[in-house]
């Protein structure tokens, strides 16, 4: 299984970006996908997690309302449009995928997470 993000970027505040994390390998329907982020000197830390059957998503209380976290099994891919972009979101931003399969409940943690991406960052400018 590979995971490759894409769409960071420069922006600046208040505005948009969406990343994408194209998945390689089976069974992409079936697992729960997070994005987590890191910014210099700090620890990973969750963003936003979707569950396998899209039916449920989580957000850290820091972006919930600004963004949004979705997926497509049928181009194998995972989403995050970030809008209304602050300083504070600047970050190398990592998707991942769940352990375990068919996993509903939050899971916001990085042990609960078994594949990652390598990451791809995200700037914005005051």
């Known amino acids: 299984v590979q995971l490759v993000e894409s769409g960071g970027g420069l922006v600046q505040a208040g505005g948009s970006l969406r990343l994408s994390c194209a998945y390689s390998?089976?069974?992409?329907?079936?697992?729960?996908m997070g994005w987590f982020r890191q910014a210099p000197g700090k620890e990973r830390e969750f963003v936003a997690q979707?569950?396998?059957?899209?039916?449920?998503?989580y957000y850290a209380d820091s972006v919930k309302g600004r963004f949004t976290i979705s997926r497509d099994n049928a181009k194998n891919t995972v989403y995050l449009q970030m809008n209304s972009l602050k300083p504070e979101d600047t970050a190398v931003y990592y998707c991942a995928r769940d352990r375990v399969l068919y996993r509903a409940r939050l899971a916001q943690t990085m042990p609960e997470y078994s594949t990652w991406g390598q990451g791809t960052q995200v700037t914005v400018s005051s």
């Open positions: 390998g089976r069974a992409f329907s079936n697992y729960a």
């Open positions: 979707i569950s396998w059957s899209a039916g449920n998503t």
